[in-house]
């Protein structure tokens, strides 16, 4: 649940950095158009969108951030187990 609520974070953040400083709108590419989902200004849209990063604007990029981020977690954190598990082995005697 927390790193999802990171990948949410960071997608917020980049959708965010690209919609002020390269006007970019994330939400136009690939769009998914979610008009089911609840407006941002009612508590549970907003809750929707801080935590899980799903809103009426997701799009196929936003989601590909997410994923993206995620992935990178994982690698990160099975590299870091796997270097731990092979320093935990007997070194072989020269």
Do not use: C, W
Not at 23 to 35: A, C, D, E, K, R
Not at 52 to 78: Q, W
């Amino acid at each position: 649940m927390v790193i999802l609520m990171g990948a949410a974070l960071v997608q917020n953040g980049m959708t965010k950095l690209f919609e002020t400083s390269f006007n970019i709108q994330l939400s136009t590419i690939v769009p998914l158009h979610l008009t089911f989902l609840p407006n941002e200004d009612s508590i549970m849209g907003h809750l929707l969108q801080s935590f899980l990063g799903i809103d009426r604007e997701l799009s196929g990029i936003r989601i590909a951030i997410m994923l993206i981020y995620i992935a990178v977690l994982y690698l990160l954190f099975r590299k870091a187990r796997n270097d731990r598990f092979a320093a935990s082995l007997p070194q072989p005697k020269p």
